[in-house]
């Protein structure tokens, strides 16, 4: 069983990014998802999450309006589409995801490796 987020990458302000996390060895269709990021010195933060079926997502603060979390069920994929970056986005992203319906920003059971993304001023 495998989450395995990529996309990231070095960005300047302003620019957009769109963040894949791709599921294996088991299908987390049913499952509700969320992205975290932890930023150096800092701890890791719940940022976005989506319910199982995709109808409900919640988003931080500090991303709302400018972040948008969505999956492929064909593909067994969650992404999150990320534009208007900041400095302050810069971060390692994990997506996760764990029984139940969702969206919640806690209490994962599965999770990916990480996928640096930095933005530049």
């Known amino acids: 069983v495998q989450l395995q987020a990529s996309g990231g990458g070095l960005v300047q302000a302003g620019g957009s990014l769109r963040l894949s996390c791709a599921a294996s060895?088991?299908?987390?269709?049913?499952?509700?998802m969320g992205w975290f990021r932890q930023a150096p010195g800092k701890e890791r933060e719940c940022i976005s999450a989506i319910s199982w079926n995709g109808i409900s997502a919640i988003y931080a603060d500090s991303v709302r309006g400018r972040f948008a979390i969505s999956r492929d069920y064909t593909n067994n994929t969650m992404y999150l589409q990320m534009n208007s970056l900041t400095p302050e986005d810069t971060a390692v992203y994990y997506c996760a995801a764990r029984p139940g319906g969702g969206p919640y920003c806690r209490g994962y059971d599965y999770w990916g490796q990480g996928t640096l993304v930095t933005v530049s001023s």
């Open positions: 060895g088991r299908t987390f269709n049913n499952f509700p």
